[in-house]
């Protein structure tokens, strides 16, 4: 394809069956330069056509003539003898029909001195035909090709977790412009129009719902499955189901942008990332076949050059050929990763390369952001100690001061206000003024009131604060919350104690961490020290940082790699980014909702939602032992039969078994990793 006229670069990516071509062409004269690979092209906007049963493919049909002549030949060398004419013109049939593809990739490769499977494979067999070994030969040729066969059909299941993805949002959708409602094709919708969403449909773009309310099933993009309640303002996704209401949706992505597409380019992405396990495969395998060609050279020549019979030398050094194929080897690795990073991605967890992959697998420490990770990030107020007045009353008045402050806590007793039924609104509010670091002051009612820390009281109590008052300041605190005191001049009329909640799954999530082996978990936080601890015990990390600043965070975690080497860093992706890029697996938080998470991180937790990370661990865990496995298992096979050499036992059924085994066991093996469910 890089030779083609108007073509500047062509890159091939395996494991999603891409291939992007920069340059002017079409898919005419690419599906021709394609064509010794009998490739089938279709452009990236069009309609995927349903893919023929694995049964019917036309790969396949050359397999079952194959079969039938080679049992045909099988039932004339019975009757007539195996060196009779007629089974040797039915062997040969069998193998041409069976081999023609192999043949000319073998040939092709061989008159450039490229050695493969193909190479290796083609060599073996015509050595085989040529030493009389008709049956042996043809044998091997249909073998090869069930291997080949099985291993498309592996590679197709391994895709499919991607595809199902790519299925996930309608192709059309019902817009309204104007007056007029019309469907439309979703390349052909713009920024800013509305889309119609009926109860049971799957959404087709991102947007922000203008008018309706329902309940949104979100688990092709975040992997919950529990529906999610949106109404005016939300924010919402293509590829997500529509489970109730009506809903009129404004699109603010274009389709290659919305989050479903950024999900899919970037897992083929990272399935087109060699995982280090295989760089080193590959690096292996092309200093291994041409090994292998020499051998089998040796072991076919030497021995019949000292005695030895010609034929039956040849013979093992052509089984030497079988058995040599890196078949197994090379697609130990690549199916296993493949197979690992879509069922990331079908559980709401990308994982952004095969080497993140292997590196989550090996993790020692896991450290946490506080706000927003471990806790909601959401100040809710707790307590309410009223000593003076109506609470109501007292909690309105705050409300109405607090209303014209910036403060993050202030929405906090505003919501609480609300959820009363109190109408702070209708409050006036007067000579209302800021008192920098300690809180705020306003005329309400011809009152003055202060809403602030316990040292702005302090300071304007004339006798300070009481003892009773003091001890139950302390023991909130004591409990991790903010407190805020309301008052006059004169008086302290209510305490409200404000604090971030803790996510309902933190403290099991690191109790799965630590039963996974995780040596150590550390919360790192800006808050204070007492706040920190309470939250720091109650989730159950090893260890916890407070005071600290961004820059504290990645100082932070650049002692911990050199103490632990492998640390991986939680966080929500925005504030965190230094820590996150310093870690060797940057985790972020929550990536449906921003894109920064998407970018920065290694692995993006598509949900709000932790209880994610052991099952992203466990499958990490299982790729890298699936993958040392495969490995382990496809070398020690070839040993094995390699020396069957020696006693002279080594023939082409034992060198062809030993190689197709050994690979459809390490594809099942690796097909396991699709099993692996978010407990």
């Given at each position: 394809m890089k030779h083609l006229d108007g073509v500047i670069d062509a890159q091939v990516n395996f494991g999603a069956a891409k291939i992007t071509v920069y340059g002017n062409t079409t898919i005419e004269e690419l599906e021709k330069a394609g064509a010794f690979e009998n490739l089938k092209l279709r452009g990236e906007k069009e309609q995927r056509i349903k893919q023929e049963p694995f049964w019917k493919q036309k790969e396949n049909i050359k397999v079952y003539i194959s079969s039938l002549l080679l049992l045909f030949a099988w039932f004339l060398g019975h009757q007539y003898g195996e060196d009779h004419i007629a089974p040797m013109i039915v062997f040969a049939a069998s193998i041409l029909i069976g081999g023609y593809t192999l043949f000319r990739k073998g040939l092709k490769n061989l008159s450039k001195f490229q050695f493969d499977m193909s190479t290796l494979m083609t060599i073996a067999i015509i050595g085989a035909a040529l030493i009389g070994e008709w049956s042996e030969g043809a044998t091997v040729v249909i073998l090869f090709a069930i291997s080949e066969a099985l291993e498309r059909f592996s590679?197709?299941?391994?895709?499919?977790?991607?595809?199902?993805?790519?299925?996930?949002?309608?192709?059309?959708?019902?817009?309204?412009?104007?007056?007029?409602?019309?469907?439309?094709?979703?390349?052909?919708?713009?920024?800013?129009?509305?889309?119609?969403?009926?109860?049971?449909?799957?959404?087709?773009?991102?947007?922000?719902?203008?008018?309706?309310?329902?309940?949104?099933?979100?688990?092709?993009?975040?992997?919950?499955?529990?529906?999610?309640?949106?109404?005016?303002?939300?924010?919402?996704?293509?590829?997500?189901?529509?489970?109730?209401?009506?809903?009129?949706?404004?699109?603010?992505?274009?389709?290659?942008?919305?989050?479903?597409?950024?999900?899919?380019?970037?897992?083929?992405?990272?399935?087109?990332?060699?995982?280090?396990?295989?760089?080193?495969?590959?690096?292996?395998?092309?200093?291994?076949?041409?090994?292998?060609?020499?051998?089998?050279?040796?072991?076919?020549?030497?021995?019949?050059?000292?005695?030895?019979?010609?034929?039956?030398?040849?013979?093992?050094?052509?089984?030497?050929?079988?058995?040599?194929?890196?078949?197994?080897l090379?697609?130990?690795?690549?199916?296993?990763?493949?197979?690992?990073?879509?069922?990331?991605?079908?559980?709401?967890?990308?994982?952004?390369?095969?080497?993140?992959?292997?590196?989550?697998?090996?993790?020692?420490?896991?450290?946490?952001?506080?706000?927003?990770?471990?806790?909601?990030?959401?100040?809710?107020?707790?307590?309410?100690?009223?000593?003076?007045?109506?609470?109501?009353?007292?909690?309105?008045?705050?409300?109405?001061?607090?209303?014209?402050?910036?403060?993050?806590?202030?929405?906090?007793?505003?919501?609480?206000?609300?959820?009363?039924?109190?109408?702070?609104?209708?409050?006036?509010?007067?000579?209302?003024?800021?008192?920098?670091?300690?809180?705020?002051?306003?005329?309400?009612?011809?009152?003055?009131?202060?809403?602030?820390?316990?040292?702005?009281?302090?300071?304007?109590?004339?006798?300070?604060?009481?003892?009773?008052?003091?001890?139950?300041?302390?023991?909130?605190?004591?409990?991790?919350?903010?407190?805020?005191?309301?008052?006059?001049?004169?008086?302290?009329?209510?305490?409200?104690?404000?604090?971030?909640?803790?996510?309902?799954?933190?403290k099991e999530v690191i109790y799965k961490l630590h039963q996974l082996g995780i040596k150590k978990t550390v919360m790192l936080t800006g808050d204070n020290k007492r706040t920190a601890n309470v939250i720091g015990k109650e989730v159950g990390v090893s260890e916890i940082k407070a005071d600290l600043l961004p820059e504290d965070k990645l100082t932070f975690i650049k002692e911990l790699r050199e103490n632990y080497q492998s640390v991986a860093m939680v966080g929500d992706g925005i504030n965190d980014a230094p820590a996150l890029a310093a870690s060797t697996v940057g985790v972020a938080m929550g990536g449906a909702g921003t894109d920064t998470a998407l970018e920065t991180a290694d692995i993006a937790l598509m949900s709000d939602d932790l209880s994610k990370l052991p099952f992203t661990m466990n499958l990490s865990r299982k790729a890298l032992g699936t993958i040392k496995q495969n490995i382990a298992f496809s070398l020690v096979v070839k040993a094995l039969a390699l020396l069957l050499v020696v006693p002279g036992w080594l023939t082409l059924w034992i060198a062809i078994f030993a190689d197709m085994g050994a690979t459809l066991i390490v594809t099942l093996n690796s097909l396991r990793l699709l099993k692996v469910k978010d407990q």
């Open positions: 590679m197709d299941k391994a895709r499919e977790s991607i595809e199902s993805l790519m299925d996930s949002a309608p192709k059309e959708a019902l817009i309204r412009r104007g007056t007029r409602e019309f469907p439309i094709n979703v390349y052909d919708i713009q920024i800013g129009d509305t889309m119609i969403v009926k109860p049971g449909q799957k959404l087709a773009m991102d947007g922000i719902v203008v008018k309706g309310t329902s309940t949104l099933n979100q688990a092709a993009i975040t992997g919950e499955s529990v529906p999610v309640t949106k109404t005016i303002d939300d924010e919402v996704f293509a590829g997500t189901l529509n489970e109730e209401g009506l809903l009129e949706v404004k699109v603010t992505k274009l389709v290659e942008d919305t989050t479903l597409s950024k999900i899919i380019h970037l897992v083929e992405e990272a399935q087109a990332e060699r995982a280090p396990s295989q760089a080193f495969i590959d690096k292996f395998a092309k200093y291994y076949t041409p090994a292998i060609v020499v051998l089998a050279f040796l072991i076919a020549s030497i021995p019949p050059f000292l005695g030895g019979d010609w034929s039956t030398w040849i013979y093992q050094g052509l089984s030497v050929l079988v058995v040599g194929c890196p078949c197994a090379v697609i130990s690795t690549p199916v296993s990763v493949v197979t690992a990073i879509g069922n990331a991605a079908r559980n709401g967890v990308l994982i952004k390369g095969g080497i993140h992959l292997e590196k989550t697998g090996s993790l020692k420490v896991i450290a946490f952001d506080k706000t927003g990770t471990l806790t909601k990030g959401i100040p809710v107020v707790t307590d309410i100690v009223t000593f003076d007045g109506n609470e109501n009353e007292v909690l309105a008045i705050t409300a109405a001061i607090e209303k014209g402050s910036q403060h993050p806590l202030a929405s906090a007793i505003m919501k609480k206000a609300e959820a009363n039924g109190l109408n702070f609104n209708d409050i006036a509010v007067e000579e209302l003024q800021s008192l920098t670091g300690k809180g705020i002051k306003a005329r309400v009612k011809n009152e003055m009131y202060y809403v602030g820390s316990p040292n702005l009281f302090k300071e304007i109590l004339p006798d300070g604060i009481d003892n009773t008052i003091t001890e139950k300041i302390s023991t909130l605190q004591t409990q991790g919350k903010t407190v805020m005191i309301i008052g006059t001049e004169n008086k302290i009329l209510c305490l409200i104690a404000v604090a971030d909640q803790i996510r309902e799954t933190s």
